[in-house]
């Protein structure tokens, strides 16, 4: 099992950034994945991002592709979504969840069981 600690949302405006992190326990990480999705009231949880902890791979949905960034922390542990261009549509609160890597990467969240507590990100127009 691998907690996951989820800081860094608020409220800026659009065209703005925010960096979120996930802290990260439990197991040993190198056959880990680590995946960002969010949620918006009343909506689905949706993938944005993974990265695979033994290699730094990544994967981006196409909606915060060139916007977004994932990165890993080996040495504290911790990763790290940078939000660029923020627009109202990223509002939503952001999850960080945990799995075991896979082929191919795992895009829908029914396929994790490990998740942080999430973190409100908030953009204004």
């Known amino acids: 099992q691998v907690q996951l600690v989820e800081s860094g949302g608020g409220l800026v405006q659009a065209g703005g950034s925010l960096r979120l992190s996930c802290a990260v326990s439990?197991?040993?990480?190198?056959?880990?994945?680590i995946s960002w999705f969010r949620q918006n009231a009343s909506k689905a949880r949706r993938f944005v991002c993974l990265?695979?902890?033994?290699?730094?791979?990544?994967f981006y949905a196409d909606s915060v592709k060139g916007r977004f960034t994932i990165s890993r922390d080996n040495a504290n542990n911790t990763v790290y979504l940078q939000m660029n261009s923020l627009k109202p549509d990223d509002t939503a609160v952001y999850y960080c969840?945990?799995?075991?890597?896979?082929?191919?990467?795992?895009?829908?969240?029914?396929?994790?069981?490990?998740w942080g507590q999430g973190t409100q990100v908030t953009v204004s127009s």
């Open positions: 439990g197991r040993a990480l190198s056959r880990t994945s």
């Open positions: 969840a945990a799995r075991l890597t896979s082929l191919t990467p795992m895009v829908s969240a029914r396929h994790y069981s490990d």
């Open positions: 990265i695979r902890w033994s290699d730094a791979g990544t």
